[in-house]
């Protein structure tokens, strides 16, 4: 389940357009204006597709008249050589709009790629795979539905979404109690979240009966401890794991017992899904 589209992907597709086509596209000026071409997308290798409403929206935008007719949709997994979708209408339209439409699609689809695998890695253990708010400036939205494609689930949004207490803030507020007591009376309807650094922050923000435990960057044989412990006390939190996660490593995480593991990677290491678009006219 992917969930609704974000509320700004209007506003991303026209920002994107804006960029790229500045003062006019001068070269689809060579082609006559009643011209009409089509053309297919392939997918050259295995990927999870994301992103179908930002191509159609592209040529909205554009040209109404544009049609896109769907072979795949979001969050679905695909084979090399896949056709993606076949799109047909005004010649100058379509060539405008194919980089800006592709863009999307081979960014929108490499993350939710990339969470696809994460989520297969730690299939079975119970674990949940989250994203950060290590995205693109101006795509957060957007890739972050993209994640939910691709089998993950989101963090916070942004800042305002969560309280989540860190080294900084608990030297500020003077110790984590003081921290999540400030927390809980400033915003009593938001989760409250700690990072912990070591097992003595980990009591602590136990101890102050936070929603959510982030460890972040811990051995292995202290995450253990910290489930334990969790499990025995008359409160529990969940419990994140944070930092050092790679694909290579995320099962053994898994595996100790925490609840999520949030994974940077998936929205900041963007590698796009290989994507061919063939025109022809008609």
Request: some cysteine; charged content about 20%; hydrophobic content about 45%.
């Amino acid at each position: 389940m992917t969930g609704k589209y974000p509320a700004d992907l209007p506003e991303q597709v026209s920002r994107a357009l804006r960029e790229d086509i500045g003062t006019g596209d001068v070269t689809a000026q060579l082609i006559g204006a009643e011209a009409v071409i089509r053309g297919r997308v392939l997918c050259r290798e295995a990927a999870v597709i994301c992103g179908t409403a930002w191509v159609e929206e592209t040529f909205r935008q554009l040209e109404p008249r544009v049609r896109v007719l769907w072979r795949s949709g979001d969050g679905v997994p695909v084979g090399p050589d896949t056709l993606l979708c076949e799109i047909e209408g005004p010649a100058r339209a379509i060539l405008t709009g194919e980089r800006t439409a592709l863009n999307f699609l081979q960014l929108l689809s490499g993350t939710a790629t990339t969470t696809a695998r994460y989520v297969q890695a730690v299939a079975g253990t119970g674990c949940r795979i989250l994203d950060t708010r290590k995205t693109i400036p101006g795509l957060r939205s957007a890739q972050k539905y993209a994640v939910r494609c691709g089998g993950g689930q989101n963090h916070r949004m942004g800042l305002y979404d969560r309280v989540l207490i860190k080294e900084n803030h608990i030297a500020a507020a003077g110790s984590i109690p003081a921290a999540v007591a400030a927390a809980r009376a400033m915003a009593p309807g938001l989760l409250v979240e700690v990072e912990a650094e070591d097992l003595e922050e980990f009591a602590a923000a136990l101890a102050a009966h936070c929603d959510v435990i982030m460890l972040d960057d811990f051995a292995l044989e202290h995450m253990h401890r910290a489930v334990a412990l969790n499990r025995a006390a008359l409160r529990p939190a969940s419990l994140e794991a944070s930092g050092g996660v790679s694909l290579e490593r995320i099962r053994a995480i898994a595996a100790t017992g925490v609840d999520s593991i949030s994974v940077g990677s998936l929205t900041k290491h963007v590698q796009a899904v290989d994507l061919s678009l063939r025109l022809f006219q008609q």
